[in-house]
Every structure is written in structure tokens, then in C-alpha cells.
């Protein structure tokens, strides 16, 4: 019976320190299942929290980047965003273009009716000028004074070959086609009258000369 006794104590004993043991394990692993669903909620909660955080901070800086916004052409290595040039600026006409004399001869003749390539020197082109100041033109009479023309003789190399006049002055109406109609010289021999009938019928209806004195 005592023996029995002793042994019945050693398993009870045994049984207990098992017991213990497996629950110090179970305690232990349950706490660490806790932490790792306590971190994953945390991770789920920020991931979820994160697009209005961010908005809110979008709201706080009054900016609004979409993740759409980024070009993935624009993130370097180091995920920095590159400031790369305008791409509208790359080949249009937003960019400084070289000067060129067809351009601004076309737009000269589309935007006037009415034209002297003159230089503000020129003796002949300040007579035509002068001769041409006695009468009330409609639309205004355009007047480019070469020399103060920043590409002024490209221009006049361009009005030459348009032309056919390579001095100044040089008097245009495109209405007649692009012909130059006279120099100075052409005008001199040429009273009042005889200069507004020869120009207005040059006018055809785009321009008008009337003698105000
Ligand atoms: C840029 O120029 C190229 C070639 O001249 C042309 O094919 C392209 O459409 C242009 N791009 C823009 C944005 O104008
Ligand atoms: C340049 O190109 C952009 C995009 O194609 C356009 O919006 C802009 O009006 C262009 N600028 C000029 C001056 O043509
Ligand atoms: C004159 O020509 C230069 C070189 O092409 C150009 O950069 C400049 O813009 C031109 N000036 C004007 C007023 O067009």
C-alpha cells in the first residue's frame, strides 16, 4: 500500500509538473499569437487609415498627388522624382525658335494692308513717308523701319526676293500681289491726287487713302 502510495505521488507529481509545463507553453504561444494578430491588425488598420491620412494631409498642404499623377518615367533609381523638362516644350513652337525672315514677311503681308519697308536714316524713305502722311489711311499705313529691326536684313534680303526691290523705300500692297509698287522715285513725278487714285485702285477694297489737307 505504501509502495502504491509513493507511486500514485510520483504520477500525480508528474501529472502536475506536465500540466504546468504544457500551460506555460500554451500561455506563452497565446501571447505570441496576440502580438502577431496585434500587429497584423495594425498593419490592416494603417493600410486602411493610410489613403484618408493622406488626404488629410493633402487637405493640410493643399496639394493632391494621385498615385496616377507619377510618371513612371520620371522616378529615378533612388525613387526620386526627376524634374524633367516639359514635354510640350520638347519639339512645339513654345520653344525659341530660330528668326526666320519667310515667317515674319508672311505675317507682315496677312496682318497689313498696306506696307513701306523703310529706314529711319533714308532720305528717299523719310520723302515717301512725308508724301504719304498727307492722307488719311485706312486700315493704318504699316511702316518697318529695317535698320531698327533686330534681324532687319535678313528681312529686307527676304522682302529683295518677294519683291524684286532691294532699297528702300519700298511700298506693298498685297492686294496687288506682292510686287513692290515704288521706290521713292516713283512717287515724286506724282501729284496728290494722282498718288491716292494709284493707290487706292491698288487697294482694290482692303485699304482706303482719302487727302486730308
Ligand atoms: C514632335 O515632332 C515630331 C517629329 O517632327 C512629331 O512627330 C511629333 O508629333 C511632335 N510632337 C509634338 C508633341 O508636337
Ligand atoms: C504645344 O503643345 C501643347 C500640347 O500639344 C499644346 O497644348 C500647346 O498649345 C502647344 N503650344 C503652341 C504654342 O503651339
Ligand atoms: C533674330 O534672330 C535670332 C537668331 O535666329 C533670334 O534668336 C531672335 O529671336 C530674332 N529676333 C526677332 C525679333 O525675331
Request: aromatic share 6%; charged share 25%.
Amino acid at each position: 500500500m505504501a509502495i502504491l502510495n509513493k507511486r500514485l505521488a510520483k504520477i500525480v507529481v508528474g501529472l502536475i509538473l506536465v500540466i504546468t509545463v504544457i500551460n506555460l507553453f500554451l500561455l506563452s504561444s497565446n501571447s505570441n499569437n496576440k502580438n502577431t494578430v496585434n500587429h497584423l491588425n495594425q498593419l490592416i488598420s494603417s493600410q486602411k487609415s493610410s489613403p484618408k491620412q493622406q488626404s488629410d494631409d493633402n487637405n493640410k498642404y493643399g496639394i493632391s498627388i494621385k498615385l496616377d499623377d507619377i510618371n513612371l518615367e520620371d522616378i529615378g533609381a533612388k525613387g526620386v522624382p526627376l524634374l524633367s523638362e516639359n514635354k510640350h516644350n520638347q519639339n512645339n513652337s513654345t520653344v525659341t525658335e530660330e528668326y526666320s525672315a519667310e515667317r515674319h514677311f508672311n505675317s507682315i503681308i496677312e496682318n497689313n494692308k498696306i506696307i513701306v519697308f523703310s529706314k529711319s536714316y533714308c532720305p528717299f524713305s523719310k520723302g515717301l513717308k512725308e508724301r504719304l502722311s498727307k492722307f488719311e489711311i485706312t486700315p493704318e499705313l504699316k511702316i518697318i523701319e529695317l535698320d531698327e529691326e533686330e534681324n532687319g536684313s535678313e528681312l529686307q534680303d527676304h522682302v529683295f526676293k518677294q519683291t524684286g526691290r532691294k532699297t528702300v523705300p519700298n511700298l506693298i500692297i498685297p492686294a496687288s500681289g506682292l510686287n513692290s509698287i515704288g521706290g521713292f522715285d516713283d512717287f515724286k513725278e506724282l501729284n496728290d491726287e494722282q498718288i491716292q487714285k494709284k493707290l487706292n485702285s491698288l487697294c482694290k477694297d482692303t485699304c482706303h487713302l482719302t487727302l486730308t489737307v
